[in-house]
């Protein structure tokens, strides 16, 4: 196995997932106050499970994001 190869398809890897993540969640935050389901005082629960496949692993992270 290649150390340095590992370590960077891992990086781009979570590089892609944060993006996203962040992509997605500003998103639908925007889409809450917009449809007044949100009032953007919220302290919001957000929750991520990392699964690789062929490793059994599945590792979840759990934290609230607050709007203001």
């Given at each position: ?10 990086r781009k890897f979570l590089k892609q997932v944060g993006v996203t993540s962040q992509r997605e ?44």
């Amino acid at each position: 196995m290649n150390e340095d190869a590992l370590n960077m398809e891992i990086r781009k890897f979570l590089k892609q997932v944060g993006v996203t993540s962040q992509r997605e969640i500003e998103k639908a935050v925007r889409a809450g106050l917009d449809s007044g389901k949100l009032k953007g005082n919220e302290t919001l629960k957000a929750r991520i499970t990392l699964t690789v496949e062929g490793l059994g692993l599945q590792h979840t992270i759990e934290q609230d994001i607050k709007l203001s």
